[in-house]
């Protein structure tokens, strides 16, 4: 039970093509739904660390980790493109439709953090899963979620935070300004989901930290609002990354939910 190489997959979206960097982690045998990891805005595969891993070893499970476009050692986006508020619906709608036909997965579970999980949240409300877990989504944009990412945007230009993001990202111009503008458009103030949340029929665990500097806990409790049979999961001492701040008890609720709610 061990990670697989890092692979790359390659099919055309929009009339270009995108590589995409992945990994298979886990039981490799696992009978069980695979568990694909969505990331963070910032995110990659690298910058999970061993947090797939572990979860998936631990508990008998099969996960697949990988790079969104934009980011890892994926197709970085160009400098003068500017995504859109409908940046998460493209992920969700088109791009991971085209990643699981490549890879043949079919009705897996989602594992999605932060806007990761707003894509989660996106295509369960269209597709087929087994499930999904949702590590403090986004439904809304709320005043604390852009404080924070205004000096996410200073601590860019003023500290090394740029060279610390290199370490996870090929182009970490393209990481940083790809989440970093769309958020902080004007245009972006508006974005909700929450609507589009009626048509999920499958489980859903969604978890967050109790000091998430990123969100209030209004983002879980309104997906439990449209949706009552949601678990959720309140984790003390916690801030925006609970697979960082505490992995070990949101590693075992995951894992539990999981286990419960797929085929024996």
Known sequence: ?????????????????????????????????PVVFLHEGLGSVAMW??????????HGLRGLVFSRYGYGQSTPKPADEHW???FMHAQAHEVLPLLFEQLQ???????????????????????????????????FVEDVSIASIEKAREAYETTDLRSRLA??????DS????WNDIWLNPAFRGWNIEAELDTIACPVLAAQG????YGTLAQIRRISARLPKT??????????????????????????????????
């Open 167 to 172: 370490r996870y990202h090929a182009d970490p």
């Open 105 to 139: 997965i079919e009705r897996p579970w989602l594992f999605g953090h932060s806007d990761g999980g707003s894509i989660a949240l996106l295509h369960a409300a269209r597709f087929d899963v087994a499930g999904v877990v949702v590590v403090a989504p986004h439904l």
């Open 231 to 264: 678990e959720l999961l309140v984790i003390p001492k916690c801030g925006h990354s609970p697979h960082r701040d505490q992995p070990e008890l949101l590693a075992t609720e995951a894992a539990r939910f999981i286990l419960e709610n797929s085929p024996s």
């Open 210 to 213: 109790e000091d998430d500097e």
């Open 1 to 33: 039970m061990s990670s697989g190489a890092l692979r790359f997959a390659q099919f055309d979206w929009r009339g270009r093509p995108l590589r995409l960097e992945y990994q298979w982690v886990g039981a490799a045998a696992s009978a069980k739904p």
């Open 49 to 58: 660390k061993d947090f797939p891993e572990r979860l998936c070893a631990e």
């Open 175 to 178: 990481a940083f300004r790809g």
């Open 84 to 86: 859109t508020p409908a």
